[in-house]
């Protein structure tokens, strides 16, 4: 069962932001999402979160209609998405922000997928007992890439999981989400410019002034090709 957004519009207040999106994740796919800063890739990713209301078209996952759901009802769902700006609780330490939405949303098996969590990412195991104020923002997106696959087993939307990590994280955080796949995951991933996702996704979708337009595999192949062909 695939992500399935169908002529999807989404305003906020008087403002039309996204304008009939058509895009589809196979299960177990990555796609990106790419698109310049201000172009619709958070609206995107919230409204499929349920942050922000469809004011028409569709969302489906597992055969349900997003857009009827109230936001809480994706943890049951195993949806999730790491936002942007991370939202870690600064004075927690790095296992109560795992924890979190484990309570908030009552899962029981919690323990259980923060093994799971710590054996896809060791290094969430090292930081523990430090509060997560006293990471660098690189390790401070493992834990919040982490955090949301707690709640987030079969479909994960990162939203610009790369802006501002340094190199060597930002490699780390991509080799996280290479193995994703193998857990069989739907990953949506949003970048200003697909040099992290490119040799990640099965699929890039452009994002331009609340329009998507065509879904191809762009890398740097395809790219020279292009320009030879050109
Ligand atoms: P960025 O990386 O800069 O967040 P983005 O592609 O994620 O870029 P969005 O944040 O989805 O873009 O913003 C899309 C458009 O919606 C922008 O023109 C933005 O100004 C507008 N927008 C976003 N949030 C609001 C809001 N709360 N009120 C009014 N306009 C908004």
Redo the contacts with the bound molecule.
Sequence with gaps: MSLEITDLNVS??P?S?LRDINLTIPTGQMAGLI??????????IRAVMGLLPATSGSIRFKGEELTQLAPYRRAKLQVSYMP?DRRLIPELTVTENMLMPAWANRIGDGKERLEWVYSLIPEIADFGERKALQLSGGQQKLVALGRALIPGRELILL??PFEGVAPVLAQRLSAVIADLRGEGLTVLI?E?DDSHSANLVDKTWR?ER?TVSFGRKENATSNSQQQHTA
């Design positions: 906020i207040g403002i932001i698109g310049h800063n201000g172009a619709g890739k958070t609206t995107l942007e939203d610009e949003a200003s994002i609340g």
